[in-house]
DNA sequence: GTAAAAATCATCCTAAAGTATGAAGCCTTT
DNA sequence: AAAGGCTTCATACTTTAGGATGATTTTTAC
């Protein structure tokens, strides 16, 4: 099929490839004209380029990398809390005992008379005798004050 | 206006000035190479140098400087004893008003609701009302609760 | 100017806190 | 063994705190 393609239009052909290598020359002439004339500014023209590009290269390669370093300070808060210590002198002064001060720390926690004596297995009376034993000893009126009180004093963080 | 576009393209007009600088420089090098026969390598070199040099500063002129971020994470370590640094972002989260936070602040000072009522020259019904709502916004039961949660959220000091 | 939020005050009621007093059991010290 | 402190518990009572609801005024936001 190909071949007898090519047989049966082999003049046409024949012509057709000469036309383009005419035209293929002719235009490689003009070209060579131009190059020929020109030959001096294209030749500076290439000098230049090529050293344009080896100028960029030589910069992009053999500088330090630009770099700008936008440092963004960011505070993180720690809640240290500052390692509690135990003021004892005061302790000491205030004439606590220890279920007394129990019950300050508890009640520092926001716990209820009720819930403190669950918490210490003990009825609501007893807790209640230990809170008027307390007040009175730290000198205050109400729990609030004395939880304060005590913060204040460092006896309980 | 003359001036902001000026110093807008400044570059560019630098690069324009430049160049015509350097054409004019090529023309009469150009000249001298007529007159000068011997002086071809000469030039050549010149036009190496000049262009390697444009390179170079065009890279370093044009190219963006990298960006990089960097993020440093400064503690800010907040003692006990230390300024009281108000957590605003909690304080928010609740949505207690100012008179609320009033009345947080003297009970956690511990007072009573009547002593709070004539610090603020109200009714005692009126801190009982604020009080009330502030144990609903804080998710409290009792004052206790509340100046507990205050101080560990860091509402109050 | 209207709607929403805040602040104020009141009444009634219940729950919790606090006072006063007494008492029993368990330690330690004298 | 007696004294004193600590813990426990109880009863009776008063005060304070807190809940529920309704209302008025002021401030704030749209």
Redesign the pocket.
């Known amino acids: 099929m190909a071949a007898s393609f090519l047989s049966k239009h082999k003049h046409i052909i024949l012509y057709g490839v000469c036309l383009a290598l005419l035209l293929f020359l002719l235009k490689w002439l003009e070209l060579r004209l131009i190059i020929i004339n020109h030959a001096f500014e294209m030749y500076i023209g290439a000098i230049a380029v090529i050293f344009t590009a080896l100028g960029i290269w030589l910069a992009l390669k053999l500088t330090k990398p630009k770099v700008r370093t936008v440092i963004v300070e960011k505070e993180v808060y720690v809640q240290h809390g500052g390692e509690f210590t135990l003021n004892e002198q005061e302790l000491q002064q205030l ?1 606590l ?4 001060l129990e019950v300050l720390q508890l009640m520092a926690a926001g716990l ?3 819930e403190i004596a669950g918490r ?1 297995f ?2 609501l ?2 807790i ?6 307390l ?2 000893k730290m000198d205050v ?4 004050q004395a939880v304060e009180k005590a913060k204040r004093l460092r006896i309980i963080p």
Do not use: D, I, P
Not at 128 to 133: C, D, I, L, M, Q
Not at 141 to 144: D, G, H, N
């Open positions: 004439g005992s220890s279920r007394e209820s008379n009720q210490l003990v009825s009376n007893t209640k005798t230990h809170s008027s034993r007040f009175e009126k109400r729990r609030t």
